[in-house]
């Protein structure tokens, strides 16, 4: 059986690699180079906090993984667990926190609701006084994306994969049946299975396969600042829910700080997108967080900024399935794919070999649950 994985990210990679425990050939095509779409742009957040049960478990899954991954692929990510907290300054959000953590505790997922005050334990500098509750688990954390995809990447080569960079596919090939291979700029390589984890181009590829794929990449932008007050590497991946604004500590008292603040959200094209960060849009980062917490304000200093592109799905959850025969895809996942690649590449890999997912029920993760009107819900989208 061969295998075709379009995209070098973090996601294909996975899938290449637990595709490879199966003896399948596997090439992936990456029409760039390893990682540059937007896994070497992600903050590298790893939590089980979500209100979705289908997002809980793939990041469950994924902890797992992360867990012992410096042992299994002989990579240290730099994997750090100071948990995530997040923050309600109405009560309407408040409420749908302790529904959250409700669901949360009955999934596993070790979190619980905290008065402003609790949350200030977690947080010193925080201004208690603007907000009415938090939640807060301490397994969440974040990790060297880079690292990740490289532990990957690695693993994936040893095992045979073939990684091809600077491959464009140009189209999907299909007969009355299924798919059969794609056409590259370099060539037609044949294949039982087609897999799309092309990220920000996801739509492009799915169209290739007759397909109209609801994934539209968005810009988003993170900075590293060195705050008036260090951050100290124990305080949380910290979310200020209603002003759309956060931040985590980085190395030596610096901070990685990003929002989104505009009720524009335009598509961008993923071929022009400017990976400079918007010198406007970092000032008015820097106030909101100043506003969250007493770390910032007008003296911290920016130290480097990017920006990157968000696969988004209407609602905020991926679309992993084989949507046509021959045709697997794992894509739209708004900004937690990099957190849950390691259960996606394994979910990958059963529907491939096994020809049904086992690891976790992705039954909602249909691409046709658009046109049925059945989006799913997800309380906890952090832009």
């Known amino acids: 059986m061969r295998a075709v994985i379009i995209g070098g990210g973090i996601i294909g990679l996975a899938s290449a690699y637990y595709l490879s425990q199966y003896d399948v050939d596997v090439t992936v095509l990456e029409k760039s180079t390893i990682g540059a779409g937007s896994t070497d742009r992600a903050n590298g957040g790893i939590r089980a906090q979500f209100s979705s049960p289908v997002s809980a478990a793939l990041s469950m899954e994924s902890i797992k993984v992360w867990e012992r991954f410096a042992v299994e692929f002989d990579t240290d990510i730099e994997y750090r667990r100071p948990g995530y907290l997040f923050l309600a300054r109405a009560e309407s959000t408040a409420e749908q ?26 947080c010193p500098e925080l201004h208690d006084e603007q907000f ?202 708004s900004g937690h794919g990099f957190m849950q690649a390691p259960a996606t590449g394994q979910i990958v890999a059963e529907i491939i070999a096994n020809g049904a997912p086992s690891l976790v029920d992705v039954s909602d993760l249909t691409a046709d649950r658009f046109d049925r009107d059945a989006h799913l819900e997800e309380g906890t989208v952090i832009n």
């Open 97 to 122: 926190f302790h529904e959250n953590v409700r669901k949360q505790n009955e999934l596993g997922v070790d979190s619980e609701f905290l008065t402003p005050q609790q949350a200030k334990e977690h």
């Open 132 to 333: 009415v509750g938090a939640t807060y688990c301490p397994t969440d954390g974040f990790a060297d994306p880079h690292l990740g995809l490289q532990g990957f990447s690695i693993a994936a080569n040893e095992a045979g994969v073939d990684i091809q960079t600077k491959v464009a596919v140009t189209d999907v090939l299909c007969n009355a049946e299924s798919v059969v291979g794609v056409e590259t700029d370099a060539g037609t390589i044949e294949a039982d299975y087609v897999v799309n984890a092309a990220g920000a181009w996801a739509a492009h590829v799915g169209e290739m396969a007759g397909l109209e794929l609801p994934v539209s990449p968005k810009r988003r932008q993170l900075m590293v600042v060195d705050p008036e007050i260090p951050v100290e590497e124990d305080i949380p991946f910290t979310i200020d829910i209603d002003r759309s604004v956060h931040f985590r500590p980085e190395r030596e008292g610096s901070a990685v700080v990003g929002g989104h603040f505009s009720n524009e959200d335009p598509d961008k094209d993923p071929d022009h997108s400017k990976t400079k960060m918007d010198l406007d849009w970092a000032a008015k980062t820097i106030e909101e967080a100043s506003k969250c917490a007493n770390y910032f304000g007008p003296e911290s200093r920016i130290k480097r900024g990017w920006a990157g592109l968000y696969a988004v799905t209407p609602d905020h959850h991926p679309i992993i399935e084989e949507t046509v025969p021959g045709f697997v895809n794992a894509v739209g996942f």
